[in-house]
T-cell receptor, first 115, second 110 residues
Framework: GAVVSQHPSWVICKSGTSVKIECRSL??????MFWYRQFPKQSLMLMAT?????????EQGVEKDKFLINHASLTLSTLTVTSAHPEDSSFYIC???????????FGPGTRLTVT | QKEVEQDPGPLSVPEGAIVSLNCTYS??????FMWYRQYSRKGPELLMY????GNKEDGRFTAQVDKSSKYISLFIRDSQPSDSATYLC??????????FGTGTRLQVFP
């Protein structure tokens, strides 16, 4: 199957700082990637759709100025949590689809803890 | 009403049992259906991908889609303790944006 990686896998930061999370498709190109967050024992919540070469599309209720998304190439999307606060502590996961008829593949996730 | 409904469980079964996991949905435009397995603190792993109605088998896993009833199922045969995880159904109308169920926690005990 297709492989999606994320970096870092776990990050701890202080309140008020910014954190960047990378999502890479390792063996395929992805014009579209998706960013999710997941709270303990809950399902995935779609935050935004990352589009290569254009602006991201954010879901209702997600602050675009707080969660900056950059899809600079066909294999890399980044999510930057700006001015992080403890309530931003969560599990962030990205996904990408290799092509039509293949399903979506997820990265291993990034656990963010804001102290 | 949520677009996708899934019983959160937990579902506890003995090793070797046949497990049945189900989701219902309300949007008739959905035509791509997926099942994911998620272990604690890990990203979801794609288990099965199905387009439109029908059955699909892969090893111990069988996925069924009944679009007329808006009902999908995942069967796990000869369940193992290593199958203990949360199983998420997901579906979409256009192959990209997925709508997830809440996930069913499965525990297989030896």
């Amino acid at each position: 199957g297709a492989v999606v990686s994320q970096h870092p896998s776990w990050v701890i930061c202080k309140s008020g700082t910014s954190v960047k999370i990378e999502c890479r498709s390792l063996d395929f190109q992805a014009t579209t990637m998706f960013w999710y967050r997941q709270f303990p024992k809950q399902s995935l919540m779609l935050m935004a759709t990352s589009n290569e070469g254009s602006k991201a599309t954010y879901e209702q209720g997600v602050e675009k100025d707080k969660f900056l998304i950059n899809h600079a190439s066909l294999t890399l999307s980044t999510l930057t949590v700006t001015s992080a606060h403890p309530e931003d502590s969560s599990f962030y996961i990205c996904s990408a689809t290799p092509g039509q008829g293949s399903g979506s593949y997820f990265g291993p996730g990034t656990r963010l803890t804001v102290t | 009403q949520k677009e996708v409904e899934q019983d959160p469980g937990p579902l506890s079964v003995p090793e070797g049992a046949i497990v049945s996991l189900n989701c219902t949905y309300s949007n008739s435009a959905f035509q791509y259906f997926m099942w994911y397995r998620q272990y604690s603190r890990k990203g979801p792993e794609l288990l099965m991908y199905t387009y439109s109605s029908g059955n699909k088998e892969d090893g111990r896993f069988t996925a069924q889609v009944d679009k007329s009833s808006k009902y999908i199922s995942l069967f796990i045969r000869d369940s193992q303790p290593s199958d203990s995880a949360t199983y998420l159904c997901a579906m979409s109308a256009d192959t990209d944006k997925l709508i997830f169920g809440t996930g069913t926690r499965l525990q297989v005990f030896p």
